[in-house]
């Protein structure tokens, strides 16, 4: 009987302490059902450029920096080359949209010949042939946007803006003479009538008679 009571005291104790162990309480504890959340979308808004000489310098600036970073490292990683070549596009045709329509023309060859050698990088194995041409066409453009369409050369050829289109210059205007502005008789007639007027007083009186 004794010794039954001990066995009886050992297990209540056991699973008092059993209660009381995370482990335990984790068999019991009704788990709370996961609630996935929306994931929040943000969509980008593209705003319309205003073409502006501070517009065409920056990409020019951009397409420069590209390219150089493109020719430093041609053919090392293939997913920096496609970043590269990306960004050049990109910002040769933003470079473009401030130009006036003939000079856009003249931008458009250079863009064509990029694109071919974008074909290039992004769908063939630059093997030592490709790269050998791929590096010469860039330098070539690279030489030709900086000699005939820096900021310098092009800055007369930019699309003006709403500003400057609305810049007129004045022009003098003269008030008109007013019709009823009565002019004043000349100085010697005034001094005429005040002699004459004088002589009336000074004559004696009676002779006239």
């Known amino acids: 009987m004794k010794r039954f009571s001990n066995i009886l005291i050992v297990t209540c104790l056991a699973i008092s302490l059993a209660g009381c162990s995370p482990e335990w309480q984790k068999k019991f504890t009704r788990k709370k059902k996961d609630v996935k959340k929306r994931p929040k979308i943000y ?4 705003y319309p450029k205003k073409p502006s000489p501070e517009i ?17 490292d041609l053919g090392g990683n293939h997913k920096k080359d496609v970043r590269c070549m990306e960004e050049i596009v990109s910002n040769m045709k933003d470079m ?6 003939e000079w856009q ?9 990029i694109m071919k050698v974008r074909e290039i990088i992004l769908y063939e194995d630059l093997s030592k042939f490709n790269i050998d041409y791929v590096k010469s066409s860039l330098e070539r453009e690279d030489r030709a946007i900086k000699r005939d ?3 310098k050369r092009a800055k007369d ?13 004045p022009t003098s205007v003269e008030a008109p003479v007013s019709a009823s502005v009565v002019q004043t008789p000349p100085v010697e007639e005034a001094k005429a009538a005040e002699n004459s007027e004088a002589k009336d007083e000074a ?3 009676g002779a006239g008679q």
């Open 149 to 151: 369409f820096s900021y």
């Open 96 to 101: 473009q949209n401030v130009l006036v329509p």
């Open 157 to 169: 050829h930019l699309v003006k803006t709403s500003e400057e289109e609305a810049q007129v210059t």
């Open 43 to 46: 969509q980008e808004r593209k």
């Open 105 to 113: 023309d003249k931008f458009q060859v250079h863009i064509d010949r």
């Open 203 to 205: 004559k004696p009186q």
């Open 56 to 72: 065409y310098k920056k990409h020019y600036s951009y397409v420069v920096t590209w390219m150089s970073e493109l020719l430093s």
